[in-house]
């Protein structure tokens, strides 16, 4: 059964940082993965998708990054800004039909 | 932003009470899901549906029923209320097959609290 995990589980720097957040998988036998945003009392809005063929995908000061083999995914924030400051969440989707399997999430404070 | 919206937003309620939440979209997409979203577990698939009248369970359905008898409105229905419910759950859609890379948009959250 797929497992998806996000260490740490909050992580606070101060603004101007890049930073690296964490997910990893148990099954490398992925269809995709996926990050995503969730502001405070908010739906989540999709960041960036990688699929199984491709090692990563960027947008704007994000890059999001695949290793299949190891059973990783990292999301870099470059010049990290207070507006940054949300809960990112990896999802990964594998061989069943509608189903995507989630991290717990990592919540970012940017401090101004 | 996607039009979906969830309602109630909010809502305290007594353990064995029935409960609907509405999702209601207006992007005449044809996949609706319902997800639960607690502390430590990230989110948890409770039902979707694939088409007017057809759904199917997620990982987490029992204790759930859905319904949806039009495109744009999915139901979730909580027979019997219970205090594990409490939760904020979660309406998504997608153009086409979740798995396909298409994105996903997310309503803004029902929070249910069962006490």
């Known amino acids: 059964k797929q497992e998806v995990t996000q260490i740490p589980a909050a992580l606070s720097v101060p603004e101007g940082e890049n930073l690296v957040l964490n997910c990893s998988f148990t099954?490398?036998?992925?269809?995709?993965l996926q990050w995503f945003r969730q502001d405070p009392g908010k739906g989540l809005t999709s960041l960036l998708l990688?699929?199984?063929s491709q090692r990563e995908q960027t947008s704007g000061r994000l890059n999001a990054s695949l290793d299949k083999s190891s059973g990783r995914s990292t999301l870099y924030i470059a010049a990290s800004q207070p507006g940054d400051s949300a809960t990112y969440l990896c999802a990964v989707g594998g061989d069943s039909n509608y189903q995507l399997i989630w991290g717990a999430g990592t919540k970012l404070i940017i401090k101004p | 932003d996607a039009g979906i919206t969830q309602s109630p937003r909010h809502k305290v309620t007594e353990t064995g009470t029935p409960v609907t939440l509405r999702c209601h979209q207006t992007e005449n997409h044809r996949y609706m899901y319902w997800y639960r979203q607690d502390p430590g577990h990230g989110l948890r698939l409770i039902h979707y549906?694939?088409?007017?009248?057809?759904?199917d369970k997620g990982e987490v359905s029992d204790g759930y029923s859905v319904s949806r008898s039009k495109t744009e409105d999915f139901l979730l229905t909580l027979e019997s209320a219970t205090s594990s419910q409490t939760s904020v759950y979660f309406c998504?859609?997608?153009?086409?097959?979740?798995?396909?890379?298409?994105?996903?948009?997310f309503g803004e959250g029902s929070w249910l609290t069962v006490v």
């Open positions: 990688i699929q199984s």
């Open positions: 549906s694939y088409g007017v009248k057809d759904t």
């Open positions: 099954d490398s036998a992925i269809y995709n």
């Open positions: 998504a859609i997608t153009q086409s097959r979740e798995l396909s890379g298409n994105t996903i948009y």
